[in-house]
């Protein structure tokens, strides 16, 4: 028996470690979920000078969103009577697919990856884009004017933002060379190889695909899909508990998937910023499979942690600027971000041919050199900032002496 | 004994799964009445076909499937559902004729495909018509030979003495092109028609 289940292993461990990977990207994209809502709230109360969740799992509310989770799947679970009972309920489930979906080709560190792909980046954004058929599905379905508008809006949205988006991840695929997520990654070892800095066409390449990642995501100021001033709550209107949640694991699963792409395409992946893979590191000291594993904890680490702070970003923006109107999004992306990243991928092209490398290599450094400088000197200025007492001059402050009622600098000195 | 690889069995499994999702959702793509559950039947079926590709080691096809169909299909829904819709959920009614019609194509689709499957495989068997017995499936040039032929480029790489080195697929590719830009403007001419009548009434 035992002979035959060792015979049994050698040959199937492939599935039995298959089964383990998917449980793993589940529950990665379930906690990623949970820590994200948290994380939102608690960005959003100290952008909104209030304090967030404070009370459930101590100091600063950690289960919060666990107390949520139990309370949705208890809440009663409602379909409206006007609404198309098939469509209303696998819309949600299309839209976690697709999300779960960009996991598989997504690498968290060297060879950390469910399914390796030669075209991973291809894979994730086209699953991606099936994402957007489950939430027009939730607005169609829902029998509901606000849904139904929440749904064209975002199928309008979803339909031109792809186009930039695809455009300017293929910036630094030029450059690259590779569709393969890994390999990609692993050519950019040491912060300074990173792809942002390669050329100012990819460092351009980098915001505008951030923005396009946001609006992918329906983040404000792009949610117009959801709009809750103008929609009640746009597409989601109709929908309550369990579903409800699975549409936001969905938008959050998405959240982290695109940040992903873009740690990857442009900010050196897992690499911590040092010219050394870690596991190739680790394994000199520690022998081949200690060094391994102690290399790739590191490298997933910095690879969440790097994916987590794109993350604030978008939480960042999103509770910083006001919503855009449709027409502006729709603006902004067709007369804009279009010919911006057509404009990027001609630039990157005739770079990579015809620029001298030692031009190349000096103003990838003086880029890389400012953008160092630059970030000091924000954090720095921010640091300051805060440390000033109450009352003197906060950034965006009105400062006009005359004005009744402005109790600026004068006072306090 | 029992069989300790379970990789064939796991395969087999697995393309049977799919490929009978896939059959079923494209069963009720057509049964069912409902345009937009049929758009959703239809986007089953496509991604089903994709997962089929994946499982044959074609990750690019199959992403591309994904990502044109579902994109296509989307459009599909709301461009079906903005310029044809009047109620709120729209049911086609189907008659007796339009089924006898379908069916009938179905089989006669059916009956040229497998008869020509058939054929191929009859040959490989028995080793006829040039082709050796041993020839494998997966190194055959078959669809690269095709793709050629769509293009317009009139032969292979293994039909360079044959007969038919002539023969091109681009004008049948051409009229079916063709034929699509008469169903685009078809369908749009529909959906102004019933707008214009609106206006006059």
Same mark, same amino acid.
């Given at each position: 028996?035992?002979?035959?289940?060792?015979?049994?292993?050698?040959?199937?461990?492939?599935?039995?470690?298959?089964?383990?990977?998917?449980?793993?990207?589940?529950?990665?994209?379930?906690?990623?979920?949970?820590?994200?809502?948290?994380?939102?709230?608690?960005?959003?109360?100290?952008?909104?000078?209030?304090?967030?969740?404070?009370?459930?799992?101590?100091?600063?509310?950690?289960?919060?969103?666990?107390?949520?989770?139990?309370?949705?799947?208890?809440?009663?679970?409602?379909?409206?009577?006007?609404?198309?009972?098939?469509?209303?309920?696998?819309?949600?489930?299309?839209?976690?697919?697709?999300?779960?979906?960009?996991?598989?080709?997504?690498?968290?560190?060297?060879?950390?990856?469910?399914?390796?792909?030669?075209?991973?980046?291809?894979?994730?954004?086209?699953?991606?884009?099936?994402?957007?058929?489950?939430?027009?599905?939730?607005?169609?379905?829902?029998?509901?004017?606000?849904?139904?508008?929440?749904?064209?809006?975002?199928?309008?949205?979803?339909?031109?933002?792809?186009?930039?988006?695809?455009?300017?991840?293929?910036?630094?695929?030029?450059?690259?060379?590779?569709?393969?997520?890994?390999?990609?990654?692993?050519?950019?070892?040491?912060?300074?190889?990173?792809?942002?800095?390669?050329?100012?066409?990819?460092?351009?390449?980098?915001?505008?695909?951030?923005?396009?990642?946001?609006?992918?995501?329906?983040?404000?100021?792009?949610?117009?899909?959801?709009?809750?001033?103008?929609?009640?709550?746009?597409?989601?209107?109709?929908?309550?508990?369990?579903?409800?949640?699975?549409?936001?694991?969905?938008?959050?699963?998405?959240?982290?998937?695109?940040?992903?792409?873009?740690?990857?395409?442009?900010?050196?992946?897992?690499?911590?910023?040092?010219?050394?893979?870690?596991?190739?590191?680790?394994?000199?000291?520690?022998?081949?499979?200690?060094?391994?594993?102690?290399?790739?904890?590191?490298?997933?680490?910095?690879?969440?942690?790097?994916?987590?702070?794109?993350?604030?970003?978008?939480?960042?923006?999103?509770?910083?600027?006001?919503?855009?109107?449709?027409?502006?999004?729709?603006?902004?992306?067709?007369?804009?971000?279009?010919?911006?990243?057509?404009?990027?991928?001609?630039?990157?092209?005739?770079?990579?041919?015809?620029?001298?490398?030692?031009?190349?290599?000096?103003?990838?450094?003086?880029?890389?050199?400012?953008?160092?400088?630059?970030?000091?000197?924000?954090?720095?200025?921010?640091?300051?900032?805060?440390?000033?007492?109450?009352?003197?001059?906060?950034?965006?402050?009105?400062?006009?002496?005359?004005?009744?009622?402005?109790?600026?600098?004068?006072?306090?000195? | 004994?029992?069989?300790?690889?379970?990789?064939?069995?796991?395969?087999?499994?697995?393309?049977?799964?799919?490929?009978?999702?896939?059959?079923?959702?494209?069963?009720?793509?057509?049964?069912?009445?409902?345009?937009?559950?049929?758009?959703?039947?239809?986007?089953?079926?496509?991604?089903?076909?994709?997962?089929?590709?994946?499982?044959?080691?074609?990750?690019?096809?199959?992403?591309?499937?994904?990502?044109?169909?579902?994109?296509?299909?989307?459009?599909?829904?709301?461009?079906?559902?903005?310029?044809?819709?009047?109620?709120?959920?729209?049911?086609?009614?189907?008659?007796?004729?339009?089924?006898?019609?379908?069916?009938?194509?179905? /089989?006669?689709?059916?009956?040229? $495909?497998? =008869?020509?499957? *058939?054929?191929? +495989? !009859? @040959? &490989? #068997?028995?080793?006829?018509?040039?082709?050796?017995?041993?020839?494998?499936?997966?190194?055959?040039?078959?669809?690269?030979?095709?793709?050629?032929?769509?293009?317009?480029?009139?032969?292979?790489?293994?039909?360079?003495?044959?007969?038919?080195?002539?023969?091109?697929?681009?004008?049948?590719?051409? /009229?079916?092109?063709?034929?699509? $830009?008469? =169903?685009?403007? *078809?369908?749009? +001419? !529909? @959906? &102004? #028609?019933?707008?214009?009548?609106?206006?006059?009434?």
């Amino acid at each position: 028996m035992l002979e035959w289940l060792s015979e049994f292993w050698k040959h199937n461990w492939e599935f039995v470690v298959a089964i383990i990977a998917a449980k793993l990207l589940i529950g990665f994209m379930l906690v990623n979920a949970i820590f994200s809502v948290w994380l939102e709230r608690k960005v959003a109360g100290r952008i909104q000078d209030r304090l967030g969740p404070t009370r459930v799992g101590g100091k600063f509310g950690w289960l919060q969103t666990l107390a949520d989770g139990m309370k949705l799947l208890i809440k009663e679970d409602t379909i409206p009577a006007a609404a198309d009972q098939m469509l209303f309920r696998v819309g949600p489930y299309i839209a976690l697919v697709g999300s779960f979906l960009a996991f598989i080709a997504l690498p968290y560190g060297d060879g950390i990856i469910a399914r390796e792909m030669n075209i991973g980046l291809f894979f994730m954004l086209a699953v991606m884009s099936s994402e957007v058929f489950g939430i027009i599905l939730i607005g169609y379905g829902s029998g509901s004017k606000w849904s139904l508008f929440g749904g064209m809006r975002e199928a309008a949205q979803m339909v031109s933002y792809e186009i930039p988006m695809a455009l300017c991840v293929l910036v630094p695929v030029i450059v690259a060379g590779s569709m393969n997520l890994s390999e990609v990654a692993k050519q950019q070892q040491g912060i300074w190889n990173w792809y942002i800095f390669h050329d100012p066409f990819t460092f351009a390449a980098f915001w505008t695909y951030f923005t396009c990642a946001m609006a992918s995501c329906k983040r404000a100021p792009f949610d117009l899909a959801e709009a809750e001033s103008e929609l009640v709550a746009g597409f989601h209107t109709e929908y309550s508990g369990f579903r409800w949640l699975v549409i936001f694991m969905a938008e959050y699963g998405s959240m982290f998937a695109v940040s992903g792409i873009a740690n990857i395409m442009f900010l050196g992946g897992w690499s911590i910023g040092l010219p050394w893979e870690l596991t190739t590191v680790f394994a000199q000291f520690l022998g081949e499979w200690p060094g391994w594993i102690v290399g790739n904890v590191l490298n997933v680490s910095v690879f969440m942690v790097k994916g987590w702070l794109l993350v604030f970003v978008m939480m960042w923006v999103r509770w910083t600027l006001p919503r855009l109107r449709i027409d502006q999004v729709m603006m902004l992306c067709l007369k804009y971000l279009i010919p911006i990243s057509c404009i990027l991928m001609a630039g990157v092209s005739l770079w990579t041919l015809y620029m001298p490398l030692l031009a190349q290599w000096i103003i990838s450094l003086v880029i890389f050199v400012l953008s160092v400088a630059g970030t000091g000197f924000v954090v720095f200025r921010l640091i300051t900032w805060a440390a000033l007492p109450p009352g003197t001059g906060m950034p965006g402050m009105w400062r006009m002496e005359g004005l009744p009622g402005y109790q600026g600098a004068a006072k306090t000195h | 004994m029992l069989q300790t690889d379970l990789h064939s069995y796991v395969q087999l499994f697995a393309f049977g799964l799919v490929a009978g999702l896939t059959g079923l959702c494209a069963i009720a793509t057509v049964v069912t009445q409902n345009i937009v559950r049929s758009a959703t039947w239809l986007l089953f079926t496509l991604a089903g076909t994709s997962g089929i590709f994946f499982l044959l080691g074609a990750d690019f096809v199959g992403a591309i499937q994904l990502l044109i169909y579902v994109g296509g299909t989307m459009v599909l829904v709301v461009f079906g559902v903005m310029l044809t819709a009047q109620g709120p959920f729209i049911h086609m009614k189907t008659n007796g004729a339009e089924w006898a019609i379908s069916i009938a194509a179905g /089989i006669l689709l059916f009956s040229v $495909l497998s =008869v020509g499957l *058939g054929s191929e +495989y !009859l @040959a &490989r #068997a028995t080793g006829a018509r040039g082709v050796s017995k041993d020839e494998d499936t997966k190194d055959s040039h078959h669809a690269a030979t095709i793709g050629q032929a769509l293009s317009g480029a009139p032969y292979g790489p293994e039909r360079k003495n044959d007969n038919n080195a002539g023969t091109h697929y681009l004008l049948p590719f051409e /009229i079916v092109s063709v034929h699509l $830009l008469v =169903v685009l403007i *078809g369908a749009a +001419y !529909l @959906a &102004r #028609a019933k707008r214009r009548k609106e206006e006059i009434t």
